[in-house]
């Protein structure tokens, strides 16, 4: 079975400094990984995504994600933060098939 | 353009009621979802649809079900409130696999049952 761990509940970080969520999956085959972001009262929105090729990609908003796979992880960065991250993050894993799995997700905190 | 529009936002319930959460999008979706969110459990899939005619269950159906008459809606109904459905629900479209396309959520319903 699928699955994906987020072990960082909330994170605080300054604005300015830079930020790192941690993601940990559990699949059989090669996953694909996305990262969503969540603003208050509003859906997620996908930030970025890893299908296969450069472990290293680019998102939306100045995100990076890189995937290492002898880790199982696929964590999220972001050199310079700046308030408007606030929000909370969810990892997903899936195959290809239709399903989905997010991880339980890490709110952000962004400190002036 | 709407995209993903979910009504209503906020909803209380009473044990044993029932009701319809609507989902419709505009963007000429095939796959289309429902998850529920629970603080520190993030999201669950209820139920998706591939397309028109076409529903399946997720991890946590029991409880809902759906229909899918039209390619741009696809409501949830909850046939016997009960207090764990309490939840904030989201429905989501994609125009291929979510290995292939994004998600596309809804602003979400807030549905407490009590």
């Known amino acids: 079975a699928q699955s994906v761990t987020q072990p960082d509940i909330h994170i605080t970080v300054s604005e300015g400094a830079s930020l790192e969520l941690r993601c940990n999956y559990s699949?059989?085959?090669?996953?694909?990984l996305f990262w969503y972001v969540q603003s208050p009262g509003q859906g997620l929105q996908l930030l970025l995504k890893?299908?296969?090729?450069?472990?290293l990609v680019q998102g939306i908003k100045g995100f990076e994600a890189e995937f290492k796979r002898s880790q199982s992880s696929f964590n999220l960065r972001k050199p310079s933060v700046h308030w408007s991250d606030a929000a909370e993050y969810f990892c997903?894993?899936?195959?290809?098939?239709?399903?989905?799995?997010f991880g339980a997700g890490t709110t952000v905190t962004v400190r002036a | 353009n709407a995209g993903v529009t979910q009504t209503p936002k906020f909803r209380i319930l009473k044990i044993g009621q029932s009701m319809t959460l609507q989902c419709a999008q505009d963007?000429?979706?095939?796959?289309m979802y429902w998850y529920r969110q629970d603080p520190g459990m993030g999201l669950k899939l209820i139920y998706y649809?591939?397309?028109?005619?076409?529903?399946d269950k997720g991890e946590v159906p029991n409880g809902y079900n759906v229909s899918r008459s039209t390619t741009e809606d696809f409501p949830l109904r909850l046939e016997l409130a009960a207090p764990s459905q309490t939840s904030v629900y989201f429905c989501?479209?994609?125009?291929?696999?979510?290995?292939?396309?994004?998600?596309?959520f809804g602003n979400g319903t807030r549905l407490t049952v009590t």
């Open positions: 989501a479209s994609s125009f291929n696999r979510p290995s292939n396309s994004p998600l596309h």
């Open positions: 890893y299908f296969s090729g450069d472990t």
């Open positions: 963007m000429n979706h095939n796959y």
């Open positions: 699949y059989g085959a090669t996953p694909y």
């Open positions: 649809s591939v397309g028109a005619g076409i529903t």
């Open positions: 997903a894993v899936g195959g290809s098939d239709y399903k989905l799995s």
